[in-house]
């Protein structure tokens, strides 16, 4: 029974139906199953297979982003349920787009797909100068910071930005991803991770945080 | 150094028709970011004055060398149009000035809602700056150097959608086509009174240098990005009359899909200008396919020229050149825009080798 309602959460999330998604949760939760175990086998299950249609290119960034913010839905609804049962975020990310570059389409979808993935994340914005990651660093005390850069112009801010992070004894892992950036160049701008899609960056993240990918 | 403008200009339209030039031209697409590094002067500053942006434009490229004379503050239909847009819709907020490198516009603010789709004003492009500047600089240009004046330069239509709405354009591609197609009519306008401006005040452009950003795989189907874009170039082909060149500077483009459907739907096809896909053979394949397109590329400037030596920028050079030279139709140009992060030596090392190297006939 248990099996069948996970089915179904996932073939609401595939069909991009948050009503019927909603439903099927609260179907979930009033057979006893716990919120954790929901995301598990339910709602996570569901993202992966977009993830994979992603990567296959059966699926785009449409798809990939109404999933992501269903996903985000859902969770949001199941979070308070999850103190009660050892439910708790994966870990803390901190996105920002860097200093020069405004752009945030990229990191938007990142931000969807990984919430939905169960992360907490906290977007400190566009435009970001290297002082700022700093400052939010500290504060937040992130797992992974994630940074992006759509024009090639902003690489250059990019490296300055990790240099400082790393200057201050910064511990997160940086990943880094966005048009500009390349697998070669965020080695040499001392970044731990790169992401070619918000897919790839998601697969990464999990990596770095020690989850299976 | 001044450059020989007549030599660079027979260089290019010699290639570009598919006549053995003397060497393989080279064109360098600058930046705001480069240009001011070069020019030592602001962005804001270089637009003070047509006269003012000639000058710095045509001192930018004799500096670099090559055969191009891209404007030192780009020309494309990219955050300059959304400045013009800011301006119109009183929504200057959404753009932000960077002295030193390229401006921008706040993705998603001027078209956060749908009254603002159904109330957005198109901008004249003869009165709204900084296009007016822009465009008598590109007159001026021409008359000083005789080049230059085909940078004419639209973007339909994702780039605009992207800036305007957004990444809620993603879910309305699924969601709200209907409204995302209203904004692209809109996009499209703006684009016709573009160049409607460009040729009342620089002159009639011998083809279009179309941004096609809606044609990459990791962003759009093929099907969906011919319906919001695809299909308002060829509009645009057929109500203007202008062969094009194609850029696409993202990592997964759809170059084979659309360049066979646009040949289809009757657009002349001159050059793809790109830096993906980096493996040359696949190039040499696309040289066997479309024998009749210039391939405008060779380097990705986020790739050799940004984190390699002088040697491995030269090698990367001299193998594009061994493997494309051919006959003709080959100009190096480095893609997409260079940033302040590739060393000068860099660049250098792109103009010394096709200088060395690019002599027809090839003889690598």
Redesign the interface.
Known sequence: MEEKIFESIKTQILA?NEPQLIEEINEALGMGISPADIIAKGLSSGLEIVGQKFEN?EF????L??SG?IMKNAIDKLRPLMVNSNGHSLGKVMLGTVE??????GK??FSAVLEGDGYDVYDIG??VPPHVFLAKAKEIDPDIIGMSAL??????KM?ETILLLKDHDIKSKIVVGG????S??SK?IGADGYG??AWQGVRMVRKLTERSV | MKRDYSACLERISNTIVGITPDRVPLIYLTSEDISARIAGISIREMLSTPELLADKTIMINDFLGGDGMATAVNVYCGPLEGLAYAIVNNKKEAFVWKDYTSPFVREGIICKTEEDIDNLQIPDHTQVEPWPTLFKAIAIIQEKTGIGLDQFSPSLTWSSVQMLRGSQAYIDVRLNPELLLALCEKIYASQWDYYQAYCKIAGQPGFAFQCTYAFNQHMLSFEDAWKFEGQFIVRFAKQSGLPMVIHNCGFKPYHIELIERLQQEGVTILALNASHPLDIDWWVEFRKKFPEITIMGGLHVNAEMENGTEEDVANRVKAVIKKLGNDSRLIITPTCCMPWRIPLSNIKAVTDTVEKYGKYPINI
């Not at chain 1, 020069?100 to 389409?105: A, L, P, V, W």
């Not at chain 1, 024009?151 to 250059?156: F, G, L």
């Not at chain 1, 048009?179 to 390349?182: H, K, N």
């Open positions: 991009f290119g785009f960034l449409p798809e982003m109404l913010n020069g570059d405004i752009h945030y389409i938007n979808i566009e435009d024009i090639s112009i902003a690489v250059t490296a048009a500009a950036v390349t070669k160049n040499t070619f899609d």
